[in-house]
């Protein structure tokens, strides 16, 4: 059996963990062949592969990024995406398709196993963590242990000079990184998207520390939003999948907090960084462990399923069920943090 792997949408730490443990246990266990496709949806598109053995993943544990590469290809909006695709996996013999990746990759995935009878098993990769059907996705114990280690860095800072200090992190519509490392790091303030903010109450915390003798550190994710604002764009710019890209908001909330305080702001963006690197040991855990269940997914003809950690066992669920909604920051446990505001 010849089974193809990609990997699509933002790289994050853990993907290569992922395509070892699959080609180990595939090979060593049950014998298969493996292809690997370039740059997600793009490489089954346009039938461009690479050689994937075990040579080909040794070493590559530690590893960030992905050695398939990665884009946010839409083949559902190609011209004649889906007829390209099955041709293109006659051609190469592939009989089986892991794909690796979120909500977009794995959307993907869904509509080609249930709609278009292409036989796929998913692996759920987000830094956001905002996959529904999975307790943890990996790639975000490592983007928030990166957030909590710039979060400590800028203590030290931001008390010698005695300034705000705006973090902006990742997360587009769920909180997930903003939370864990804004209370990990000893943040002030921590803004999610889920809970649109008041710039004056934010304004109100930040003189409270000062009052206190310490410069306060806020935390806002991304897509956070003003009560009286809209969503802060990069640009108005879309991608394949529809999305608009994000960043300005800290900018955006440094100049609003200093003109409204009068004391300095300074913005730190960490954006890319919280992707890079190589991966905690969590994520290589995970991630591995999650290869060897994908593999034995297609082993027993079980398409359609992506992988999903629940507690600590690794279960299999409907891809369409990971996909149907996004995993938010309940508003219960964002009032849980609130004792530290200010």
């Known amino acids: 059996m010849r089974v193809g792997v990609l990997t699509g949408g933002g790289d994050c730490p853990g993907l290569n963990a992922v395509i070892r443990g699959i080609v180990r246990k595939g090979v060593q266990e049950y014998g298969y062949d493996f292809v690997g496709f370039r740059d997600g949806w793009r490489g089954p598109l346009e039938g461009d592969t690479v050689r994937l053995d075990i040579p080909a993943v040794r070493g590559i544990l530690p590893r960030g990024g992905t050695i398939l590469g990665s884009s946010r290809t839409n083949p559902l909006k190609a011209e004649n995406g889906i007829r390209r695709i099955k041709d293109n996996l006659a051609k190469l013999d592939v009989q089986a398709l892991i794909a690796i990746g979120g909500e977009d990759t794995l959307g993907v995935a869904a509509r080609l196993s249930d709609e278009y009878g292409v036989p796929c098993v998913g692996v759920p990769k987000t830094i956001d963590n905002d ?156 991630a591995t462990r999650f290869g060897l269940h994908a593999i034995d997914c297609v082993h027993d003809g079980d398409f359609g399923r992506m992988v999903a950690l629940r507690a600590t066992d690794i279960v299999r669920v409907p891809i369409s069920d990971a996909t149907a909604k996004l995993k938010t920051v309940d508003p219960k446990l964002y009032e849980e943090v609130g004792v530290f505001f200010g």
């Open 131 to 286: 996959l529904s059907a999975t307790d943890y996705t990996f790639g975000f114990d490592t983007a928030v242990n990166i957030a909590t280690e710039a979060i400590d860095r800028l203590h030290t800072t931001a008390e010698s000079h005695m300034r705000v200090l705006v973090v902006e992190v990742m997360g587009r519509h769920a909180g997930w990184i903003a939370l864990h490392s804004g209370l990990a790091g000893g943040a002030n303030v921590i803004l999610i998207p889920e809970q649109r903010f008041d710039v004056g109450q934010v304004c109100a915390w930040v003189t409270s520390r000062f009052r206190a003798s310490y410069a306060p550190i806020v935390v806002v994710a991304e897509g956070a939003m003003p009560k009286d604002g809209d969503m802060v764009l990069k640009d108005g710019s879309l991608d394949s999948f529809g999305h608009v890209r994000l960043s300005g908001v800290g900018e955006w909330l440094a100049k609003e907090i200093e003109g409204r305080t009068g004391k300095e702001a300074r913005t730190t963006v960490l954006g890319h960084v919280q992707r890079g690197g190589t991966p905690s040991a969590f994520d290589r855990w995970l």
